[in-house]
């Protein structure tokens, strides 16, 4: 009887053949390893010189003696060729999306004083997913002026060919970028590729008027801050201290669950954290400065008190802080619930009891209505495109704050949801002006399907940190 041959087993990329002793011997394409071999280098961030390595080019040789290996510099320039495809993808991609793009640029001098500037773009795909690429990464050589730096993100989104699908760029409050605003804005006018006008092109960073907003409360009580800090320091500082920690939590029966944590002055959530876990220690500290001479900058009962209320204080900013800086989701719709609940928040601790905490959010307060005394239009609009909230939440906290503007307030934000929704209506082809007018309020099924009702009287009882509301806030209809 004939057995009919196998056929040699195949893939895409390789050639597989049976030897004589019908064991498989796959002959291996080069180009498809070396692919594989820029994407380890790139993933784990390999230097260039790996592979090179005697070990793994033993292990090559192990694997496939035929395998011809590779130089550092040709992993140099697989690597860069690797790195031009996927920009060619991406710039593909971002010009078949049919939406708008936003962009967020951060400038900083490194430690070395080196200027860095990153420029970010985010999207929403046709998959309703939301993305984020970094455009540019690189060095920004001085001066840091508004003018350099409209030229060097113009320049980067001409070359990306996205400089007329741009809907607005966000930004930290350094002067330089409000003169990069202006004359980006003078640029993009002039292509008329900004919806209405650039209302809505300039946006503040909202983690960023929040630091400084709290930084400004923290000047309160820089002592016992300072002093805090110190202290904190003064034990990270050497193993020994370390050790003199322990044996003096020891002494007074408490258990270090957590280690002390350092912070960064300009980064107020981290000297939140370093307060919290410093007042869990606060008989340790006491305890070692009765042990160590040279520990002199323990703070007194009073200033412990003082911290232990500011600590009280900060956290629903603290909460507030890493849910507003989330990257996992969107924000934009957070954005007015947070910044009405910080409102609030500042506007009941302003006749507090406590002298400290009472003048901690009068200064806060100076700092907010200097940022937020009139809420981002186009990030409250998120609000009322939220099914949770919509108008009618929107209008309760106006009102809540101050009954007699609330109303102006209100047509306005409506007057520029209608702007933006004729702006896009005139962009897309989908509908004609004949088939479609602009509506009445009344027929807005965003505006008239949910009713506020069983509010608590504090306004802050029925939300939490999380950004929810509490069910019984609102009823859908």
Known sequence: MGVCEKKPKESVGDVSVMSEQGKLDRVIDQKICRDLIGQCTIEHDLPFKWVEYRSVQLLLQYLYPNFRFITRNIAASD?????????????????????????????????????????????VDEKWRLNNKILSFCDMP???????????????????????????????????????????????????????????????????????????????????LGKIRESV?????????????????????????????????????????????????????????????????CPSNEEWSRAEKMCAFLYPFYAITNLISGSSYPTSNLYFLQVWKIECLLVENLGSEDQVISDMAKNMKAKFDKFWDDYSVILAMGAILDPRLKVQFVEYCYKKLNPLTCQDKIEGIK???????????????????????????????????????????????????????????????
């Open 79 to 123: 690597v860069m060729q690797m790195y031009l495809r996927q920009k060619e993808k991406l710039k593909l991609v971002l010009k078949n999306i049919p939406g708008m793009l936003c962009l967020t640029c951060d400038v900083w001098t490194a430690c070395t004083n080196a200027g860095y500037i990153c420029l970010t773009v985010h999207y």
């Open 142 to 224: 001085p001066p840091h002026s508004g003018f350099e730096l409209s030229k060097k993100v113009y320049n980067c989104l001409v070359y990306w060919g996205i400089d007329r699908k741009v809907f607005s760029i966000t930004l930290d409050n350094a002067s330089a970028n409000d003169v990069m605003v202006r004359l980006l804005k003078q640029q993009l006018l002039l292509q008329n590729s900004l919806p209405c006008d650039v209302e809505f092109f300039h946006v503040r960073c909202c983690a960023h008027i929040l630091n400084l907003i709290v930084q400004d409360g923290l000047k309160v009580a820089s002592v016992a």
């Open 233 to 297: 320091k003064y034990v990270k500082g050497s193993e020994a201290r370390m050790i003199a920690f322990q044996e003096c939590a020891q002494r007074v029966s408490v258990n270090i669950t957590c280690g002390l944590s350092t912070d960064v002055p300009t980064c107020w959530n981290s000297t939140y954290v370093m307060l919290d876990s410093a007042i869990r220690y606060r008989r340790v500290f006491c305890s070692l400065e009765l042990q160590d001479r040279n520990y002199k900058c």
């Open 415 to 477: 007057k520029k949801l209608y702007l933006l929704y004729d702006e896009y209506k005139k962009k897309s082809g989908d509908f004609s002006s004949s088939r479609v007018s602009t509506p009445q309020l009344q027929d807005y099924s965003i505006y008239s399907t949910i009713t506020t009702c069983g509010v608590r009287s504090g306004g802050l009882g029925s939300m939490g940190g999380s950004g929810k509301l509490d069910e019984n806030l609102i009823v859908v209809s």
